[in-house]
């Protein structure tokens, strides 16, 4: 069963941090199609967010077809990601692997590229929503 | 067509010579969960006690779920509140203090409560429960009624994280399991920012701010670039809030649409500093219609 | 709200039946002494109207021996007021100090509700509790009562109907004095206040008159015979029917002094005799009714008060 994090400095939505932590589960193959969900209660039992937040970030999987609502029983996994997406995982993937050799050899310990990498992060995206 | 959670209309109280809260005009959407925040004395607690009755208006209304709590008090059976300190009788055990709220509430769910139990002897004395404690089983109370609007006056008071973060959690499985309204009077924002879908800022008695949080974080921006003295900018509806050090001037604006200047550097604002922005003590002037922008005193 | 209203006060209850049993105790311990003197000395023959020659010394005798004992029970009078004090004065104002009114007035019981069942529950344990002191009495003093009869203050207000009455009646006020004054100990004190006053006023300037007082003239120089009655006033008059100031008596005892005839032979030959005006003894189931009926109604119509105020009270 997957377990969510919440980090409420990151910039980015909580639901939105939902949606990205089951899609991550789903690439990573910590859930597989049929498994369930945890309910809105205990993650909000957990987490202490809003339901109506867990409730979005569902909804928003159902419509892409990643997961299925049943009525009375829970959320279930309906499907896994498009292979098509997991090629450009493995593209990316190398490409990364690369950008850290350089990092690593221009000096930048492991704080220092994590740091780099979310405050670029933070800032693309601020930019996109400007 | 339901009514909703909390109306007020005009409302104002007045203590003997101050006004308490004035002129509140306020309608909370159904199944929201409100933070009523600001600072301390601003008419948040005020605003509460009219709505469970427990104050008299001295002019306007208040309903909730429809009814006035004063005229028809037995509204009261589908709302939870838990006033400030969460006061409960010290003497009674934790045992009896739940058979107190199961005899005076006829809808009862013991479910809640003896989940809350699970840590807690239920011999032990409610004077002799720590703080944490104390507000849960508070919280546990109000939520055992089953009821469709939860009232929380500083929950938070007295509470170190831990027992917060408990707070918050258990109030949150209530809510998802009876899908209440709520509403949370803090002073401090931090505490209520994790869950609060819709916020009223109150200042002074009266109202500052109010509107779900997202739009009004997608509404408002941060603004930075050099001091230099302030014309129009395009897609600013208002200045809200001005600082300036040294030769950085920071704005913070409502926005009237996306703010394309390359001379700014525009950034996203979080709730606490939206809401702060707001609570600045100077008196701001009423919006200027988006063309012209007035000028700003410093904040 | 029987629960509640147990859970809340039973240390009160407990304390009232406790007292309560006390007073029994002591008054069936006490019984036996009394009873015994008063078969010894035959007091039964000692009865008014009725009077032996030298009764009234034994009469006087008896009650000397036991006049402590009737004090102390006199002073029962104020348990009435106790129950004001100790149960009605806490039940709201306890509540508004501690601010736990915030919890129990926004349950799913009305304000109205809570507060008419607590003291509705609590009334009819005061008024169980008002009527077995007023048994208890009223068979411990059956010696003293057909000796001086039950009609005055020292019997009157601590047997029959009115101690009842009179509980039920601190109570209310207690219960008022709570929401008015919202302390504790500031409650208790006007209850007090306003229980004495009102008690004293009743006794005083209503209960002689509940009923016209009857009168009865005395000639000459009658003891003060055993009388169950309740004496009002004891006054001299003249032959006309004017009372006779204290100078104008000494006028003429020292004139009758002088002239050597004895003081009182002389006034009765002025044709002067002491007037009483008194309430016969008769009357005291009569007077029993009124003057609880008083009390009651007083207790409904604070209590009325109460519920009707207890919403309208800003906290």
Known sequence: ???????????????????????????????????????????????????????????????????????????????????????????????????????????LDEESIRALISATLRETRARRVA | MTPSPLDA??????????????????????????????????????????????????????????????????????????AQGAPLYRSFSVAETIEFARRTNARWNDEIVSHFLTRIASETKVGSLSAGDRARLALALAL?????????????????????????????????????????????????????DHIVLLTEGGIRLEGNVEDLLESHRILMGPR???????????????????????????????????????????????????????????????????????? | MAWVTWRQHRAQVVAVFGLLALVAAAAFATHLPIRAAYHRNTLSECLPPTARSGC?????????????????VRGLAVLPALVGLFVGAPLLARELEHGTHRFAWTQ?????????????????????????????VTWWRGPFDTLEGRMAPNGFDIEGVVVPAY?????????LAGLLFRRTVAAMTATLVVFASTRLIVLNFLRPHFMSPLHRSVVGTDSARPTADWLLSDTLVDAGGRQITAGREDLAVLHAQQAGIDPHNYLVSLGWKRVISYQPAGRFWTFQLIEAGIFAALAVAVVLAAIWLVRRTPT
Request: hydrophobic share 45%; net charge neutral.
């Open chain 3, 56 to 72: 009234d010394i034994i009469v006087r005798h008896f009650e000397n021996q036991f006049d402590s004992w009737v004090a102390i």
């Open chain 2, 144 to 196: 055992g009624k089953r009821p469709q609007l939860v009232l929380l006056d500083e929950p938070f008071a007295g509470l170190d994280p831990l027992a917060g973060r408990e707070f918050l959690q258990l109030l949150m499985d209530g809510v998802a399991e009876t899908s209440a309204t709520v509403v949370i009077a803090s002073h401090v924002i931090a505490d209520i920012e994790r869950v609060c």
């Open chain 2, 228 to 299: 230099r003295p302030l014309g129009s900018i395009r897609g600013v509806h208002t200045v809200v809030r001005e600082r300036h050090s040294g030769r950085q001037l920071t704005l913070l604006v409502l926005a009237a649409g996306p703010i394309v200047d390359p001379s700014w550097t525009v950034d996203r604002v979080g709730l606490e500093e939206l809401l702060l922005a707001y609570m600045a003590p100077e008196r701001l002037p009423t919006p200027e219609p988006p063309e012209r922008l007035p000028l700003r005193w410093h904040g």
């Open chain 3, 108 to 136: 799913g019981v009305t304000r109205r509700r809570w507060l008419l069942s607590k003291t509705a529950l609590l009334a009819a344990v005061t008024l169980v509790a008002a009527a077995l002191l007023s048994a208890v």
């Open chain 3, 167 to 175: 509980a039920l009646f601190a109570l209310a006020v207690g219960v």
């Open chain 1, 1 to 107: 069963m997957i377990e969510f994090h919440l980090d409420p400095h990151s910039g980015v939505a909580t639901y939105l941090q939902i949606v990205q932590q089951v899609k991550e589960a789903l690439r990573l193959g910590t859930i597989d199609v049929g498994d369930q969900l945890p309910t809105v209660r205990e993650v909000v039992a957990d987490l202490a967010i809003n339901p109506n937040t867990v409730a979005k970030a569902y909804r928003d999987l159902e419509r892409d077809g990643l997961v299925v609502a049943r009525q009375g029983r829970g959320t279930f996994v309906a499907s896994t990601l498009a292979p098509a997406s997991l090629r450009h995982h493995d593209a990316l993937r190398a490409e990364l692997e690369r950008w850290l050799a350089a990092a690593d050899s221009a000096g």
């Open chain 2, 9 to 82: 209309r005009g409302l104002g109280k007045r203590f003997r010579r101050d006004w308490g809260l004035r002129d509140c005009t306020l309608t909370i959407p159904q199944g929201a969960i409100v933070g009523l925040a600001g600072p301390n004395a601003a008419g948040k607690s005020t605003l509460l006690a009219l709505a469970t009755g427990l104050l008299a208006p001295t002019e306007g209304s208040i309903e909730v779920l429809g009814k006035d709590p004063l005229r028809e008090p037995s509204v009261l059976a589908e709302v939870g509140y838990v």
